[in-house]
């Protein structure tokens, strides 16, 4: 007797085919919209990771110092004549007098608030110094320079720091006395003697 009950209650469950297709349907969308949910979720993380990244990146190279841009410039003969030109690194050329110096010039030409370090070399007995922005190149007698060699060569080291005194580059000028001719040429860190 059981056993009908039973048998009774589990046919009155049972389920016609369009309820069951009904219940279909509803299962696949709740997955559809669980998987949406989920691919919306990651693709937040996602985003929201790429966006701290950037963030951090831009932060990063914020700080970073680049170096200035700056220049050597030289007086010296050129093929149309004597001219200030500008001097690339690895580049030697050979110096003239500026005639209202009486002596050889370099200059250096520097961003607003940048500052340069350098040191005042001798070399034999000419005398490098600077003045300003301006490496001037003093030049011995020739009387005076009669025990020197014919061929002299020094060099210059020329720190770039920014307004806050932080070294950003750093050059070696490589002067060379070859008899009576005068010779400049930049060299960058690294390449120095």
């Not at 009486?102 to 007995?125: C, R």
């Not at 720091?161 to 040429?185: H, I, K, P, S």
Request: with cysteine; hydrophobic share 35%.
């Amino acid at each position: 007797m059981e056993f009908e009950h039973l048998q009774a209650a589990a046919e009155k469950i049972t389920l016609s085919e369009d309820a069951q297709r009904r219940i279909l349907d509803l299962e696949r969308k709740q997955k559809k919209r669980y998987g949406r949910r989920k691919f919306v979720r990651r693709s937040l993380a996602a985003s929201c990771a790429a966006a701290l990244l950037f963030a951090g990146f831009s932060a990063a190279i914020g700080k970073i110092h680049r170096a200035p841009e700056w220049e050597i410039t030289a007086y010296a003969k050129d093929k149309g004549g004597a001219q200030w030109l500008s001097l690339e690194p690895g580049e030697r050329v050979l110096l003239e007098k500026d005639p209202t110096k009486n002596g050889y010039m370099v200059e250096l030409d520097l961003p607003e608030n940048y500052y340069y370090e350098k040191e005042i070399i001798v070399l034999g007995l000419d005398c490098i110094g600077t003045r300003g922005k301006r490496i001037f190149w003093r030049v011995c007698g020739e009387e005076e320079a009669e025990e020197l060699p014919d061929v002299m060569s020094s060099s210059m080291y020329i720190r770039i720091l920014d307004e806050n005194r932080e070294e950003v580059d750093r050059v070696y000028l490589e002067v060379t006395r070859e008899y009576d001719d005068c010779y400049v040429q930049i060299k960058k860190q690294g390449e120095e003697q």
